[in-house]
């Protein structure tokens, strides 16, 4: 298969992030301007990826706009070279855009394949090569940089390899920096992309390539750690692995596996890959799986007892994978497979200490709400122990007294409420985009007057049980955030209801501060 492994450890790799180009084309996601430029902000200051391809040229306004306020930001801080703009064979059109927007990089989309140039632009190679020739000369008047996509290029080395020769031989004495080989597709395995990249590197050693992967098959990794050992120097990614159709390789993973696996090194802060992911996946409204590789909610957390067990025990199911290399904590998750250890952990972080019986009876009691299908939430665990051991430490410190929520068509929803909060009783009344929102706004104000905050609902995520029985439980699991970030949840047939039930168990959790003194007394 892959022949002898050309020496890499230690050796330098480049990345190249198309989060706002390649990641743009999922379907059903669009970045606004402000968007484009906190994420621009964060890959190249933060996160520390050596260049960015931002945007095709000539797509619309909005894109042509946003376009240019990174191109500002990078003009002011020096990186304008490092940001790049897809653009087409279409004699100075793409390049007029890109330069009226402040761009100085073009990647220009090219056919890598005889049946793409034959078939789409309806050219012979000679006259497409003539028309690349023109843009590359204007490009170079100018004053911009030419890259070329040779587009379809895997599929071109499959059947058409005589004609990728033809232009990359061609192309190799232009003004080009580098030439960058998609698998557009997605439909290489890795000892193809292996043996196309060898092919490549070995005919042309002069050149400087880039392989860019897509996960058709779920192969992206494997394929850009193949297309490494095969000689490339610079690989494509996207955050969260967004891209067109079953988009790209996940810059957080392809990092990973360059350091840990092939022992090469990169420029990019490790540490600040969730925080980009999580600004992604917000802005792009496309959420990560959970168990998606280094990213995912629980790809950190332990759910089984024996693994929690042997974490105590000098750390026996250490690996190189920390999660604090990324950003993140190991957490312990709350469930019928827990055992006493996953929730001994729980109440460590809580500062919660019980003894061996009590610890029985709580373990008990997680186990038997996790038959019934419940999400239990670390936070919620405080509440669960107070049932338990039917103490009052953690009191409901806040109770809902009355409430009333209106929605009639073409008017906006309503909600009066009625709470208490340490004994005393607030009323209020306010409208909202919703009903939940009205009640929400209406416990805001009440929280204004008392002069406390109010935590910001970060995410907000609704479950019914699988067979669309309309009298089944909703399940409703809001983030919030003050100081740290928590979840609570509530349970209920009415989703409005569920969603108010998850907010008092949230005031609650603020109002008891996680009141553990009390409870360590017990
Ligand atoms: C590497 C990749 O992921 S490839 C993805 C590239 N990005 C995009 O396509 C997104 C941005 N594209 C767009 O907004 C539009 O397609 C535009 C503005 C570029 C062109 O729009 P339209 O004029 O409406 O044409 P349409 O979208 O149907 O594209 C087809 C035309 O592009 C031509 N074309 C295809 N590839 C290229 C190329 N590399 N260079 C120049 N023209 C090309 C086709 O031959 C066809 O031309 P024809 O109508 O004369 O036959």
Redesign the pocket.
């Known amino acids: 298969m892959t022949g002898k492994t050309v020496e890499i450890s230690g050796k330098h790799l480049t990345i190249m992030d198309t989060t706002l180009r390649?990641g743009e084309?999922t379907s059903g996601v669009s970045f606004s301007e402000g968007e484009k430029l906190s994420v621009a902000k964060v890959l190249l200051e933060d996160v520390k990826v050596d260049r960015i391809e931002i945007a095709?040229a000539?797509?619309s306004e909005g894109e042509f706009k946003g376009t240019k306020r990174v191109m500002q930001w990078a003009a002011q801080k020096g990186h304008l070279e490092k940001v790049e703009v897809?653009g087409?064979?279409?004699d100075k059109i793409s390049l007029q855009w890109i330069a009226d927007a402040g761009g100085k990089v073009i990647n220009l989309?090219?056919?890598g394949s005889h049946k793409h140039v034959t078939e789409?632009?309806?050219k012979t190679p000679e006259q497409h090569i003539e028309d690349i020739k023109q843009v590359i000369n204007n490009a170079t008047e100018m004053g911009i940089k030419v890259n070329v996509?040779l587009?379809d290029w895997s599929n071109g080395m499959r059947n058409s390899r005589d004609y990728v020769h033809f232009m990359v031989e061609n192309l190799k004495n232009e003004k080009v920096d580098r030439i960058m080989l998609?698998d557009?597709l997605g439909i290489l395995d890795p000892d193809e992309t292996y043996d196309f990249c060898k092919d490549m590197i070995e005919s042309f050693p002069d050149v400087d390539f880039d392989f860019h992967a897509h996960n058709d098959y779920d192969l992206a990794i494997a394929n850009v750690f193949h297309a490494i050992k095969a000689g490339i120097r610079c690989v494509h990614t996207t955050v969260n692995g967004l891209g067109?159709r079953a988009g790209n390789a996940p810059l957080s993973s392809v990092i990973a596996t360059i350091k840990d696996h092939l022992k090469m090194k990169t420029n990019v802060n490790e540490a600040q890959l969730n925080k980009v992911s999580k600004l992604v996946e917000s802005f792009s409204g496309i959420r990560i799986p959970t168990n998606k590789p280094l990213i995912g909610e629980f790809v950190f957390t332990q759910c089984s007892g024996i693994h929690a067990d042997g974490d105590s025990k000098n750390n026996l199911y250490f690996n190189e994978l920390l999660p604090e290399r990324f950003g993140r904590t190991r957490q312990y998750a709350l469930g019928k497979t827990s055992g006493k250890a996953n929730i001994k952990k729980n109440l460590e972080e809580l500062g919660i200490e019980l003894d061996k019986e009590s610890l029985k009876k709580v373990t008990n009691r997680i186990i038997e709400l996790a038959d019934q299908k419940e999400t239990i939430t670390s936070d919620e665990l405080p509440y669960i122990v107070a049932d338990v051991l039917e103490n009052d430490f953690f009191e409901q410190k806040v109770r809902v007294i009355n409430y009333s929520v209106h929605y009639t068509m073409g008017l906006r929803p309503v909600a009066s409420v009625s709470i208490e909060i340490g004994k005393k009783i607030y009323e209020e009344f306010s409208d909202g985009d919703g009903q939940y929102n009205a009640f929400v706004n209406s416990v805001k104000k009440i929280y204004k007057r008392l002069e406390k905050p109010f935590p910001v609902l970060v995410d907000y995520l609704v479950t019914i049980p699988p067979g669309g029985r309309t009298n089944a439980l909703v399940e409703t699991v809001i983030t919030w955030r003050n100081n740290h970030e928590f979840k609570t949840k509530g349970l209920h047939p009415d989703q409005n209801t569920a969603a108010i039930l998850a907010t008092i168990r949230m005031l609650n959790v603020i109002e008891n501060d996680y009141n553990t003194e009390n409870l360590n007394k017990n």
């Open positions: 390649d084309q095709s000539r797509v897809l087409f064979v279409d989309l090219c056919k789409q632009l309806r996509y587009e998609p557009t067109e």
